[in-house]
């Protein structure tokens, strides 16, 4: 049984001070302290039942024999107990305890409160969001393919109108001395052959007004060498510090021809990823 007895209890003690005092084992469904009928006041003794069997020996362990209100409280199991009738002449507060017990109550559900998230929902639209964005990759590739084939049929279409002019498609270099000026007037694009960003972005630190997206003689700027060189790093530095991507040069070639003849695929990304920006 999970009731217990409570005997030589103090007539001062309330079924409250009954709950807080033999709650420390175990949780209370009801208490059942027994009152004078006439005057309702306590007759000294209860009885008390634990939501689990096991609390009723804890509770008989700890409690017989302990004082309470100078008072050696006899606590003992109750092998059968029956809960006493209600009367109508009992006072509302008791004849309530009585009914409802002092157990937790579970609150019943109301329409208000939100509906738990479904979980197959939930893992559905997960599904559908790491779809979508494989979708999406998908389509970001096809339009690099795409646009890589137009910049390559342009760069064929100058190549060959450059040839009909009798035009190198290549970056023709002067002669040996010529080189070895045109590095030193051009520290920015002697950085970009020798492929040290380091350099490059020591050179357009420590010149803050240095036109990034100025032409030679062949009318190429400092990124068609990048592209043509194809550092991915040197690429996005001049485009960060200004470079005009759609600059074209004697042959009507822009630097993203320059990469595409090169076969510099990463140059390539970087200048279409710029071109929408």
């Given at each position: 049984?999970?009731?217990?007895?409570?005997?030589?209890?103090?007539?001062?003690?309330?079924?409250?001070?009954?709950?807080?005092?033999?709650?420390?084992?175990?949780?209370?469904?009801?208490?059942?302290?027994?009152?004078?009928?006439?005057?309702?006041?306590?007759?000294?003794?209860?009885?008390?039942?634990?939501e689990d069997q096991r609390s009723t020996i804890l509770a008989v362990d700890n409690f017989n024999g302990m004082e309470l209100c100078n008072r050696p409280v006899r606590v003992d199991h109750v092998e059968e107990y029956k809960v006493p009738k209600i009367h109508d002449d009992m006072e509302p507060e008791i004849k309530k305890l009585k009914i409802e017990g002092v157990g937790p109550k579970t609150p019943e559900?109301?329409?208000?409160?939100?509906?738990?998230?479904?979980?197959?929902?939930?893992?559905?639209?997960?599904?559908?969001?790491?779809?979508?964005?494989?979708?999406?990759?998908?389509?970001?590739?096809?339009?690099?393919?795409?646009?890589?084939?137009?910049?390559?049929?342009?760069?064929?279409?100058?190549?060959?109108?450059?040839?009909?002019?009798?035009?190198?498609?290549?970056?023709?270099?002067?002669?040996?001395?010529?080189?070895?000026?045109?590095?030193?007037?051009?520290?920015?694009?002697?950085?970009?052959?020798?492929?040290?960003?380091?350099?490059?972005?020591?050179?357009?630190?420590?010149?803050?007004?240095?036109?990034?997206?100025?032409?030679?003689?062949?009318?190429?700027?400092?990124?068609?060498?990048?592209?043509?060189?194809?550092?991915?790093?040197?690429?996005?530095?001049?485009?960060?510090?200004?470079?005009?991507?759609?600059?074209?040069?004697?042959?009507?070639?822009?630097?993203?021809?320059?990469?595409?003849?090169?076969?510099?695929?990463?140059?390539?990304?970087?200048?279409?990823?710029?071109?929408?920006?």
């Amino acid at each position: 049984s999970a009731w217990i007895y409570a005997g030589n209890l103090s007539y001062k003690l309330t079924e409250g001070d009954i709950l807080a005092v033999f709650s420390q084992f175990g949780e209370i469904s009801n208490v059942n302290l027994v009152r004078d009928r006439e005057t309702g006041t306590s007759k000294g003794f209860c009885f008390i039942c634990y939501e689990d069997q096991r609390s009723t020996i804890l509770a008989v362990d700890n409690f017989n024999g302990m004082e309470l209100c100078n008072r050696p409280v006899r606590v003992d199991h109750v092998e059968e107990y029956k809960v006493p009738k209600i009367h109508d002449d009992m006072e509302p507060e008791i004849k309530k305890l009585k009914i409802e017990g002092v157990g937790p109550k579970t609150p019943e559900p109301s329409d208000s409160e939100e509906e738990l998230p479904d979980i197959d929902a939930i893992r559905d639209h997960r599904k559908n969001k790491v779809k979508q964005e494989k979708e999406k990759r998908k389509e970001k590739e096809k339009r690099l393919q795409r646009e890589f084939r137009c910049s390559l049929a342009l760069f064929r279409a100058a190549e060959g109108k450059s040839r009909r002019q009798s035009r190198r498609f290549t970056m023709s270099l002067p002669p040996e001395q010529q080189i070895t000026n045109f590095l030193k007037e051009n520290p920015l694009v002697c950085s970009i052959l020798e492929d040290d960003v380091e350099k490059m972005e020591n050179i357009l630190e420590s010149n803050p007004n240095l036109n990034v997206s100025k032409q030679d003689n062949h009318k190429q700027t400092p990124l068609h060498y990048a592209a043509f060189i194809g550092n991915e790093n040197t690429c996005v530095t001049l485009i960060r510090h200004g470079a005009q991507i759609d600059v074209k040069d004697n042959i009507g070639l822009t630097p993203l021809h320059r990469a595409c003849a090169a076969d510099r695929a990463q140059a390539v990304e970087v200048l279409i990823e710029a071109s929408h920006d």
